[in-house]
């Protein structure tokens, strides 16, 4: 087994006019990496066939992987298909299948369907189809020149890193012979340098299994990766790493394997038989969106107000309007009478509040912007948790933090012994 | 005045094992924008000399203008500038006044200097240096082969902007003449293919401007570009192709040359003096949060309630327990009352209420998933506006396509006659 080389094309006039970040490369990149494989060199083109085909004569020279994402959408500039097949001397012909998945999809949306659409469900003889369960357009892989693996996935990042996760990784997989276990061990509350100083030596030393950090908007994770003959001899390799990277970043790791912050506590949740409601102001509605992006949620968590004016603070929390006027509506006092509020009025278990200031500007008082009171109501023994802190000087970012530490401060209580 | 191409080379290991996505390409890209500038290629290689040079020799064979960001920095794997400079035959020399400026931050830094650090200093012969305000690396640029400029900056996102635009950007435009106008025409409520089928025989027959249509999660925008001797000129000659894309995608276009859908609501309640007030079941503080996003939305957005829960429409919205009753929490008996409720509990001018169920199950009725009722309340008028749609079958995609439409339905009545 001869080690394969990767490389990444994508391919979106959108890119190279700077709209969007290549978020697709970095995502293949990271998948790449678990499975081993190199990869040297990233490409972006346009829609254009003439330097599609340029930059397929420059990959095909130097990698014997070649993945391509962009380009296989339903509008007249989607070429990648009809030019990457033409390039490497592939037919297409209309798979059936798809192109029934289609129909059926623009028939269920009540939606027209146009022409450009059969086009998507045009696909190369003799390669095998990546079914798009997360958009329209399917994905596809075919092998040329003997053995160069040329692998075609959609643009839109949703879409392209599921597709790679769930058809690609496999298929790539199978080309190497053995079983590779990758793990996630999950982090709130540590920026990622200090995590990594925190797992320095542990990371340094790691063979097989490697551990490798990561951040992400608002929190960071470490992911475990371990090669074995078997999927069960991978899996146990990764145990020990695993159970020792929690047990040093104890108590901010989250869970492990786990998809986020807001699945946890939902979970937890559940298993304690608890019901939320939140009650946010800089936050604006984001916990909640959180929340109720995943599936079942209403099954814990009733809901909650954005009490962004201070009259709805008075009107639909309940804050005696002396706190207001008082402490101020960014204070521990208000979150403090946000939190029983919201617990009063919806008849939830726990209930959290988040005030702050988000910025840009501050509110006229020395109060930092960035600022952020947090309070945790359990509607059987009162306020349990009290927390402030100034969480960076971007609204974007302090919105994001704000609404990962309540959710973190959730978890704590309904995990604490 | 020939056209100049740009090609942008990324160094760095980081990004090819995915650790990082490459915003740098696409900052540097926007500006190329906005230069008229075009940019065929973005290359990405790692920390490698021969892997560089393979990628200067690919782009020195098709751009006249090269770009590298990353591997300026202090340590022994950042070879850019030795690199670039020995592959054009450039010779490296001290920067006296360079080596001053990082010898006085580390001082103030109390950080001892190491030999690399001298390697920062050390600049091509003859080049244009552009000095690094926000970092200790600088960045430069020279003329190679007669007439391609090869510019070199450091690759910390934060640093390679603020270098971009202040020393790069102004460089670059002394090189050309003229001057380029882009346009965005954005529009909600049309899939990109129907968008692109309703003005396909405008966007075939531009030249100047052109005109190309892109997908954004959940709406679509389309983006016209004019080049001519001056900015007036190139504004002028986006205007007619402006104005009909605005009439023939009428009333689905939600604005030009702005941010967003909900930019376009908060600038419209500001314009009319309005309030607003959100009641949100199946988009779970979704709306509330896009608003609130947004810095300033205070003035007019009040905030509002995620009644997840039928008890929180109950009791916090005054929805009557017969109409959840009778038509069940997804009908629109009920988002008329939701929205109503939230006016009158709020005081708000306008009231915007959704329910509808994302799936992916259903509640047991033959409601279908996806199905999404929206209501609007005039605090003078009552119920202006009343809506149902079935959004697709994917949970995400509902609760996004619910948001847009609350809020297109909001931008729809303030902008009406």
């Not at 029934?100 to 028939?107: M, Q």
């Not at 371990?226 to 901010?252: D, I, K, N, W």
């Not at 009259?311 to 804050?319: P, R, S, T, W």
Request: proline fraction near 5%; aromatic fraction near 6%.
């Amino acid at each position: 087994m001869t080690a394969r080389v990767a490389e990444i094309i994508a391919v979106g006039t959108e890119l190279l006019l700077g709209n969007v970040a290549n978020t697709d490369a970095q995502d293949i990149s990271q998948g790449l990496s678990e499975l081993g494989i190199n990869c040297f060199y990233h490409t972006t083109v346009g829609d254009n066939p003439e330097r599609l085909k340029e930059a397929l004569r420059v990959a095909r020279s130097r990698a014997d992987i070649i993945i391509t994402t962009g380009g296989l959408g339903p509008t007249y500039d989607d070429l990648t298909k009809q030019t990457v097949c033409s390039f490497f001397g592939k037919e297409l012909y209309l798979h059936e299948p798809t192109w029934a998945r289609i129909r059926a999809y623009f028939e269920k949306l009540a939606s027209p369907l146009t022409e450009n659409n059969r086009q998507q469900a045009m696909l190369p003889v003799g390669g095998e189809i990546f079914e798009n369960n997360w958009g329209t357009a399917p994905g596809c892989a075919f092998t040329a020149d003997g053995d160069i693996r040329v692998l075609m996935l959609p643009g839109p990042p949703r879409e392209c890193r599921a597709m790679f996760r769930h058809c690609a990784m496999p298929y790539l997989r199978a080309l190497r012979g053995g079983a590779l276990v990758s793990r996630i061990v999950r982090v709130f509350g540590l920026g990622e340098s200090r995590m990594e100083t925190l797992v320095r030596g542990r990371i340094e030393k790691a063979q097989n299994p490697t551990i490798a950090p990561y951040a992400q908007e608002g929190e960071c994770f470490l992911r475990v990766t371990a090669y074995a003959e078997s999927e069960e001899e991978a899996f146990a390799l990764t145990e020990p790493a695993v159970a020792e990277l929690t047990r040093l970043l104890h108590p901010h790791v989250y869970g492990v394997d786990v998809p986020s912050l807001e699945f946890v506590v939902l979970s937890l949740l559940t298993r304690h038989k608890k019901k939320l409601a939140v009650a946010e102001s800089c936050t604006g509605g984001m916990i909640a969106a959180r929340l109720t992006a995943l599936p079942g949620a209403s099954a814990v968590f009733m809901g909650g107000v954005t009490a962004y004016d201070s009259l709805l603070k008075i009107n639909l929390l309940d804050v005696p309007r002396d706190i207001l006027d008082e402490y101020g509506a960014v204070s521990a006092q208000t979150a403090e009478a946000m939190a029983r509020g919201i617990c009063a009025r919806t008849g939830a278990d726990l209930g959290i509040a988040v005030t702050g200031l988000a910025g840009p500007t501050g509110d006229g008082t020395d109060t930092p912007v960035g600022t952020v009171y947090l309070a945790l109501c359990d509607s059987a023994r009162g306020i349990v948790d009290c927390q402030n802190a100034v969480l960076g000087d971007e609204r974007r970012r302090v919105r994001l933090a704000a609404s990962g530490r309540a959710l973190d401060m959730v978890r704590r209580w309904l995990d604490s012994p």
